[in-house]
């Protein structure tokens, strides 16, 4: 069974929130899963996003894959980092250098 770390939609029309969710690559966007790993709220300034690191390790140390968008909310909440050792790929500063050079 290949198991996907992916968002799961919730909320009312036009009112998204997203579960993190672990859940076979076969089953629908919102179908069965196997646990819910974390919580997205991309409505809120700014954004929510809960994730359990632990969760989330262990299922990609299992083997699960991420999505996308959730490997960048896993480098956003540090479990990406925890998993790989590495540390994150972009800056996570809110100053731009070039912005910074030019003035």
């Known amino acids: 069974m290949a198991v996907k770390l992916r968002l799961m939609r919730v909320g009312k029309k036009k009112q998204p ?51 996308e968008p959730v490997q960048k909310l896993l480098e956003i909440s540090g479990a990406w980092e925890e998993f790989t050792g590495k540390p994150p790929t972009r800056p996570t500063g809110t100053t731009a250098p070039a912005a910074a050079k030019a003035e």
């Open 17 to 67: 929130t997203y579960r993190v969710v672990a859940a076979d690559s076969r089953s629908p966007r919102d179908g069965r899963f196997i646990e819910i790993v974390g919580v997205y709220d991309p409505r809120r300034e700014p954004s929510a996003i809960r994730i359990d690191n632990e969760k989330a390790v262990g299922w990609l140390k299992q083997g699960a894959q991420p999505t």
